[in-house]
DNA sequence: CGCGATTTGTGCACGCCTTCACAAGCGCCT
DNA sequence: AGGCGCTTGTGAAGGCGTGCACAAATCGCG
C-alpha cells in the first residue's frame, strides 16, 4: 500500500484500470472471490475478514489476502473488507459492468442446455444470439431466442458487438467456427469441444473438456485404489474436514 | 531413463503401476495427448516425433517430451514414439481400461445434456445411473436410463460399484449431495455447480465453473480493449499462427 | 489519550513447473 | 562397418505461485 491506487489510468474513461499486469492465477480466482462475495451479501454482512472470505472461497487466507492486495488497498486493518465496495471493484476489474454479450455456435445436446443455461445471465452475461449448421435446427426458439443459420453470424455478431463466442459443436466442425467467429470479430472463444483450435494470437481461447476432467479423476481413483491394496490399513478416511480438490 | 521401469509394482496385478508420484500438471495434460494420439492412429500414423504429438495436443514439445518421460522411455531415439503403444499405456495409466461406472446426480437443464453426452462413453466411461430429487423427473428415461430418486443412490451405487459421482445440481443442493455421495462410497466428484463442496480428505473434487469460464475471457476482454485504445495503432492483428490460450 | 486486540498487507523462502540446450542413442545409407 | 542425421531424454536455469510469519495500521475501550 502507501500508495492510493484509485485513479484511473489515462486512455480509461471509468474508475477502474485495467490492471494489465494482474497474476493469471489471481485472475483465475477473482470470479470465485465474488460469487463468495455476493453470497455473503445475501445474507446481510457488511464486512468480511479475509480469513471468512477465504474459507468461504475455499482458499488460503494468505493467498486471498495477496490476490486482493494486487487490485489495490480495499481493506481496514483490525476490521476487515467491505463487501460491497469489494463486489464493486472485482466486477469492474472483470468487466462485468459491461453486460457483455454472447453468442453461442451449436445447440446439439450440451449447446441446448448452454442457452438455457440460468447462471450466465445471472453473472453479467447475455446470449443474444444461438447459430447452428443444421438447417434443421434453423427456426427452433430455446429460452426465447431463435436459432439462426451459421452463415448469419457474421453480419449478427457485427449488428450485436458480440465480442464472445461459445462453441458446442461437434470436434470436426470446431475449428471452421472458430475461424468463422474470428472473423466475425470475436475476441474471446470458450470451446467445449474436444481438440485444439488455431485462433490469432490477439484471439483468447478457453477450453473446457468434460472428458478430460473425468479422465483426470480416473487417475487418482487408479491411484487411490492400487495405494488401500497394500499398506498398513487405510480403510476408514480420516475426519470430514477440509476440502481436497485436484489440480488446477 | 537407464531403468527399465516397465516391471509391476507389488499389490497391482496388472502390468502397469499407479505412477503417484506423477506431477498434477502432467496427469492434466495426459488426457489431451491421448486425444491426439487417437486422432493420429485413425489417421493411420504409426509413429509420432515429440514436435508433432505436441503440436497436436497444443503444447510446446520439451514439456511433452518430459512429461512422456515421467512415464518411462516409450520413444525411439531417431525415430519417435509408437502411437498404438502410447495409446494403451496412457489409457491404462489412467484407469481408463477399467470402464469406470459414472453417475450423475441432477437431471435439470445441464445434466440433461451430461446424461446423452457422448464424450463419456467414447472415452471409457459408463453412465449407469441418473438420479434426482425432483419427483416429477424420476421416471423420465434419457438415453435408455430411468430417472432414479436420490433416495435409491445408496443402494444403486454399492449394486453398481460407482466410484466416480458427478453433480449437475442447483447450487443450493449441491453440499448435501456430495454428502450423499460420500456415505455411498464415491471417492471422485465433478462438480458443476457453483460454490466450495466440503468432503473428506480422501474423496477428490474438481470443480467446472462455465460462468467462471466467462468471467475470465471477460476480463481479458476488458484489458485488450483498454489497450487498443491508446498505444500505437494495432487495429489488425498478427498473422494467423499458433494458439495463444489464456489461464490453465 | 493510551493501550491492547485484531486484521491487513507484504517480505521472504520454498517448491513446482516450464523452457532451453545438449549429450546420448538409434536407424539408415553408403 | 562406419559415419551422419535425426530424435529422445534430461541437467540446469529461470519464473511463477504458494504459504509462512510478521510489521504496520486501525478500532474500541478504559
Redo the contacts between chains.
Keep these: 500500500m502507501s500508495q492510493q491506487r484509485h485513479g484511473s489510468?489515462?486512455?480509461?474513461p471509468d474508475g477502474v484500470?485495467?490492471?494489465?499486469d494482474?497474476p493469471?492465477a489471481t485472475?483465475?480466482r477473482?470470479?470465485?472471490y465474488?460469487?463468495?462475495l455476493h453470497?455473503l451479501a445475501e445474507t446481510g454482512a457488511e464486512t468480511v475478514s479475509s480469513e471468512g472470505l477465504a474459507a468461504?472461497?475455499?482458499v488460503n487466507s494468505a493467498k486471498l489476502r495477496k490476490d486482493l492486495s494486487h487490485l489495490g488497498s480495499y481493506g481496514t486493518r483490525g476490521v476487515g473488507y467491505d463487501v460491497a465496495l469489494l463486489v464493486a471493484q472485482i466486477g469492474s476489474?472483470?468487466?462485468?459492468d459491461?453486460n457483455?454479450a454472447?453468442c453461442l455456435v451449436g445447440v446439439g445436446?450440451?449447446g441446448?442446455?448452454?442457452a438455457?443455461?440460468?447462471?450466465?445471465a445471472?453473472?453479467?452475461?447475455r446470449v443474444v444470439a444461438l447459430f447452428d449448421a443444421d438447417a434443421k435446427k434453423v427456426g427452433e426458439v430455446i429460452n426465447g431466442l431463435v436459432v439462426q443459420h451459421i452463415d448469419d453470424l457474421q453480419r449478427v455478431a457485427v449488428e450485436e458487438s458480440i465480442?464472445?463466442g461459445v462453441i458446442a459443436t461437434p470436434p470436426g466442425t470446431a475449428q471452421p467456427v472458430a475461424d468463422a467467429l474470428v472473423a466475425a470479430g470475436v475476441?474471446?472463444?470458450?470451446n467445449f469441444a474436444?481438440?485444439?483450435?488455431?485462433?490469432?494470437?490477439?484471439?483468447?481461447?478457453?477450453?473446457?473438456?468434460?472428458?478430460?476432467?473425468?479422465?483426470?479423476?480416473?487417475?487418482?481413483?487408479?491411484?487411490?485404489?492400487?495405494?488401500t491394496?497394500?499398506p498398513g490399513g487405510r480403510s476408514a478416511?480420516?475426519?470430514?474436514?477440509?476440502?481436497?480438490?485436484?489440480?488446477?
Design positions: 489510468t489515462p486512455g480509461e484500470p485495467a490492471f494489465p494482474l493469471e485472475i483465475a477473482l470470479p470465485e465474488l460469487r463468495a453470497h468461504a472461497a475455499g476489474i472483470l468487466g462485468l459491461k457483455r454472447v445436446n450440451l441446448h442446455a448452454l438455457g443455461y440460468a447462471g450466465f445471472s453473472r453479467g452475461f465480442a464472445i475476441t474471446s472463444i470458450l474436444p481438440g485444439v483450435l488455431s485462433v490469432p494470437a490477439n484471439v483468447d481461447v478457453r477450453k473446457v473438456d468434460l472428458a478430460i476432467e473425468l479422465q483426470i479423476l480416473s487417475f487418482h481413483e487408479h491411484r487411490k485404489a492400487s495405494l491394496a497394500l478416511p480420516a475426519e470430514n474436514s477440509d476440502q481436497e480438490v485436484v489440480g488446477s
